[in-house]
């Protein structure tokens, strides 16, 4: 028996991927792979957490068999990570897999199984891990009303995107303005200088969207951006670091990176001031 689908694919985030680039970085986008449909996310430079945040729909998906065999027990979906290069083929970066969340055309599209949560699933190369997937799977069956049946996509909408969907409210991450600040004290590293002079020079710090913030000289001492994080600590992508050799004509050499995997134990909350005039006058 045919049965007639529609999968959403929300792809909102990847962490801690593998660095492809020699700058120890990636341009990384993801392809999904569902029956004998495929699509891909944007590309986005230079970074190790890419946020996507970005809705793939898979329109007239058609499987065969009983229905409750596709509730229960639905195709797998296939994940994998790319790094664009500029010259020649995408290198592969990793794999990964998912069972999307299956809603029948006769079920309510409510809690507790809709809409879908984001999920880490682990990517792999190989047998090693190589880094994490935010994501979130629903294939909804389209009943005899057509997609006009199909539960709205929930905005929100990004003119500056063109046709790319962003992934809905409700299973988007609700997001707080963070200040991130770094303060080097000071760094133990030997750099064998080349031959040529070397110079102080400013650097750049890569943080989570991609974009780039400027780092002031060592000297200085501190740095700081704000950053749209997720007000669910659990979903914070990691700080990267990376220390470059800077050398003539603007070249960047890497010396070394460190990934700081959780952010909570340095997260600071001012205190509610409500909470404190209650304190002073009760």
Same mark, same amino acid.
């Given at each position: 028996?045919?049965?007639?689908?529609?999968?959403?694919?929300?792809?909102?985030?990847?962490?801690?991927?593998?660095?492809?680039?020699?700058?120890?970085?990636?341009?990384?986008?993801?392809?999904?792979?569902?029956?004998?449909?495929?699509?891909?996310?944007?590309?986005?430079?230079?970074?190790?957490?890419?946020?996507?945040?970005?809705?793939?729909?898979?329109?007239?998906?058609?499987?065969?068999?009983?229905?409750?065999?596709?509730?229960?027990?639905?195709?797998?979906?296939?994940?994998?990570?790319?790094?664009?290069?500029?010259?020649?083929?995408?290198?592969?970066?990793?794999?990964?897999?998912?069972?999307?969340?299956?809603?029948?055309?006769?079920?309510?599209?409510?809690?507790?199984?809709?809409?879908?949560?984001?999920?880490?699933?682990?990517?792999?190369?190989?047998?090693?891990?190589?880094?994490?997937?935010?994501?979130?799977?629903?294939?909804?069956?389209?009943?005899?009303?057509?997609?006009? %049946?199909?539960?709205?996509?929930?905005?929100?909408? &990004?003119?500056?995107?063109?046709?790319? #969907?962003?992934? !809905? =409210?409700? /299973? @988007?991450?609700?997001?707080?303005?963070?200040?991130?600040?770094?303060?080097?004290?000071?760094?133990?590293?030997?750099?064998?200088?080349?031959?040529?002079?070397?110079?102080?020079?400013?650097?750049?710090?890569?943080?989570?969207?991609?974009?780039?913030?400027?780092?002031?000289?060592? %000297?200085?001492?501190?740095?700081?951006?704000?950053? &749209?994080?997720?007000?669910?600590?659990? #979903?914070?992508? !990691? =700080?990267? /670091? @990376?220390?470059?050799?800077?050398?003539?004509?603007?070249?960047?050499?890497?010396?070394?990176?460190?990934?700081?995997?959780?952010?909570?134990?340095?997260?600071?909350?001012?205190?509610?001031?409500?909470?404190?005039?209650?304190?002073?006058?009760?």
């Amino acid at each position: 028996e045919k049965q007639v689908f529609q999968l959403r694919a929300h792809m909102y985030q990847a962490r801690s991927l593998f660095a492809a680039d020699s700058s120890g970085l990636s341009d990384p986008f993801a392809r999904v792979f569902f029956i004998s449909q495929s699509q891909c996310t944007e590309v986005l430079n230079e970074t190790l957490c890419p946020t996507w945040d970005q809705l793939l729909v898979f329109d007239n998906v058609e499987l065969y068999g009983e229905a409750h065999e596709m509730r229960d027990d639905p195709p797998i979906i296939v994940i994998e990570i790319y790094d664009q290069d500029t010259v020649g083929k995408a290198d592969f970066m990793g794999r990964t897999f998912a069972k999307p969340v299956v809603k029948m055309s006769d079920e309510q599209y409510c809690p507790p199984r809709f809409p879908p949560q984001l999920e880490y699933y682990q990517i792999y190369r190989g047998n090693s891990t190589a880094g994490d997937l935010l994501a979130a799977f629903e294939l909804l069956q389209i009943g005899p009303g057509g997609k006009s %049946d199909l539960p709205p996509i929930d905005g929100p909408t &990004d003119m500056d995107r063109g046709p790319i #969907l962003p992934v !809905p =409210l409700g /299973i @988007r991450p609700v997001l707080s303005k963070y200040r991130v600040e770094v303060i080097a004290l000071e760094h133990h590293m030997s750099i064998q200088p080349s031959s040529r002079t070397t110079r102080k020079t400013p650097t750049s710090a890569i943080w989570s969207s991609g974009s780039k913030c400027p780092l002031p000289a060592l %000297d200085k001492q501190h740095t700081f951006a704000s950053q &749209d994080l997720p007000e669910n600590e659990l #979903l914070h992508p !990691p =700080l990267n /670091i @990376r220390v470059v050799d800077c050398r003539a004509f603007g070249r960047y050499t890497l010396v070394g990176s460190h990934a700081v995997s959780s952010l909570r134990k340095f997260i600071y909350r001012p205190p509610d001031k409500k909470a404190q005039h209650w304190n002073m006058t009760g």
